[in-house]
């Protein structure tokens, strides 16, 4: 700015300069609190990475990903991530298949069918179902889901990736449900009115026209729920199971990547250990499978976005 | 009215309407509409053209609350498709429209005009690929597009999107075909296509135009209706309305003295 040709300062100009001054202020506190997010995420990756680099040098990446078993702590030490990763695939893939129906078809319920009424009532109640502790969970799972099962199953374990998976799926259908609903509900009144128009049921026009139409909205849900699934704690630590396992089987025991670290960041391992590496090389693979998770979905929501 | 020869398609007989706030938009309308004649609606916004116009295929019927009172006879069946006991479906077979926007599925151009006959639940793919075709000529696009039926229809030009909702109404054999401001939202090359299509179309069907377009209605209509308040002011020949209207207030409108 140009120096102002008189001495004088106007009381006009005086206040401006301390606007300006308290807008700056203002300015940089808002960006130190982004900033802590941002800041926060890279010291994640950045310890993950740490700590994992030197597990990697006692461990070989070959071994880390073809052994077939995962005992860090037992005297005969294998490092094997791939029975962790079934479990954690096992589970969340049972809790997909619980998940995406039942969230799919609430939201095309709430969205086409039901009065404004209904959905005023059991929208809420849905999103009440986000705010229960996932520990709670967790004992729903191992106390009436598994009990019940075993009903049908007699040989199933008390700690079982069926239960903890059903549980789990029932814990994501609000995701789904609610934001399928929201993009169901984006797409424009005109489109629907022209399908009514050439004689399409109710049914035919959401099935037809509007779930096409909000399917990268539906995708994303998906894709949330997923890394959801994947990086569930609470609910597979409690109901399936301790014991590392390479199974694809839902009846087994099985213990997820997520269980183990809770497993040994409650334990008392010397720091520095090669136990105490293994949880961040086993949360450096949780956090690849999430990110590619939720690359995948921003790849899908852009390729398949629509224009109305 | 001076052509009383013509054969009449559908009537409207003391049609009220009313929205679910009990708002009054339509009072007492009567009015014949002429088989394979092209009849205008004109008036200033809110005069309740539009609303008269989504009363023919039963609309109204997707908003709850909105209330009818009167009837539209079609004919030759005597038809009343405002009674209760006719399902809005079975009228809205017969009777298609073309909106203000073009509003094409988020589907290729192909299953957009197919969309009406599979609906219907015709699944034969001869008679589907025949009945695409010879809509797609109809509504002038088939040279266009026949090169990329399975592209995405939101790829296509505003002026195409449009005539493809055309052929898509066209597809499954209407009897009346409704059109609301189909121009509206188009360039003056798009709307001159249009406004050609719908004088070939009236060959094949009766048409209903809503238009704020005074010359539109004037190129395009057989004969022209003037709205205002939910009322019918005026119904007769489209010569006679724009040349020598018989009240007032058409005459006020039409020469831009009001609206």
Not at chain 1, 192 to 208: L, N, P
Not at chain 1, 258 to 285: K, R
């Amino acid at each position: 700015m140009q120096a102002p040709a008189q001495l004088t300062i106007s009381p006009r100009l005086a206040k401006n300069i301390r606007r300006n001054v308290k807008e700056r202020i203002i300015e940089l506190i808002l960006m130190l609190a982004a900033l802590v997010a941002v800041a926060t995420t890279f010291a994640i990756v950045g310890v993950l990475l740490y700590e994992s680099l030197s597990f990697f040098k006692t461990v070989s990446v070959v071994e880390f990903f073809t052994d077939t078993q995962w005992t860090p702590l037992f005297e005969d030490a294998h490092y094997g991530i791939m029975p962790l990763v079934s479990g954690t695939l096992t589970t969340s893939a049972i809790a997909l298949a619980v998940a995406v129906p039942i969230g799919t078809v609430s939201a095309i319920f709430l969205s086409e069918f039901a009065s404004h009424k209904t959905r005023e009532i059991i929208k809420p109640i849905l999103e009440l179902l986000v705010g229960v502790p996932t520990v709670v969970f967790g004992y729903f799972a191992l106390f009436f889901v598994t009990p019940m099962l075993q009903t049908i199953y007699p040989d199933l374990p008390s700690f079982n990736m069926l239960g903890a998976g059903i549980v789990m799926g029932v814990m994501i259908i609000p995701y789904i449900a609610s934001m399928s609903e929201d993009a169901m509900r984006a797409v424009p009144m005109s489109m629907r009115e022209g399908s009514y128009a050439m004689g399409a049921t109710r049914f035919q026009t959401a099935i037809k026209v509007v779930t096409p139409a909000a399917i990268s909205g539906i995708v994303a849900a998906y894709i949330l729920a997923i890394s959801r699934a994947v990086g569930e704690t609470m609910v597979v630590a409690i109901a399936a199971g301790q014991q590392p396992n390479l199974t694809f089987n839902p009846l087994d025991s099985a213990a997820t990547i997520t269980a183990y670290i809770v497993q040994v960041a409650m334990g008392d391992l010397p720091h520095g250990s090669i136990g105490y590496q293994s949880i961040f090389a086993a949360g450096l693979v949780l956090m690849a499978m999430t990110l590619s998770f939720n690359i995948i979905g921003h790849w899908v929501r852009k390729k398949y976005r629509e224009s109305y | 009215m001076a052509n009383v020869t013509t054969a009449i398609k559908a009537e409207a007989r003391d049609l009220n309407f009313f929205y679910s706030n009990g708002a009054r938009a339509l009072k007492g309308i009567s009015m014949p509409l002429y088989e394979n004649k092209i009849t205008a609606l004109i008036g200033p916004s809110g005069c309740g053209k539009s609303t008269f116009l989504r009363c023919f295929n039963r609309m109204h019927d997707l908003y709850p609350g909105n209330k009818y009172q009167g009837e539209i006879v079609m004919h030759p069946d005597n038809t009343n498709v405002l009674d209760a006991g006719v399902d809005p479906i079975e009228v809205r077979m017969r009777i298609s429209m073309v909106f203000q926007k073009p509003n094409p599925f988020p589907k290729s151009i192909y299953e957009n005009v197919a969309y009406g006959l599979r609906v219907r639940g015709e699944n034969n793919k001869r008679i589907m690929d025949d009945k695409v075709e010879e809509a797609l000529k109809g509504a002038a696009l088939w040279n266009e597009v026949k090169d990329r039926l399975h592209d995405l229809a939101f790829n296509l030009s505003g002026g195409q999107q449009q005539r493809l909702c055309i052929a898509r109404a066209l597809a499954t054999d209407p009897e009346i075909m409704l059109f609301d401001e189909p121009t509206s939202a188009l360039d003056p090359i798009a709307t001159a296509n249009i406004e050609e299509l719908m004088v070939e179309l009236r060959s094949k069907l009766t048409i209903l135009v809503v238009t704020h377009n005074m010359q539109q209605a004037a190129r395009v209509s057989d004969y022209t209706a003037y709205m205002y308040l939910g009322e019918l002011i005026e119904y007769d020949d489209t010569d006679k309305i724009f040349t020598n209207p018989g009240r007032k207030e058409t005459e006020d409108y039409i020469t831009g003295k009001f609206g």
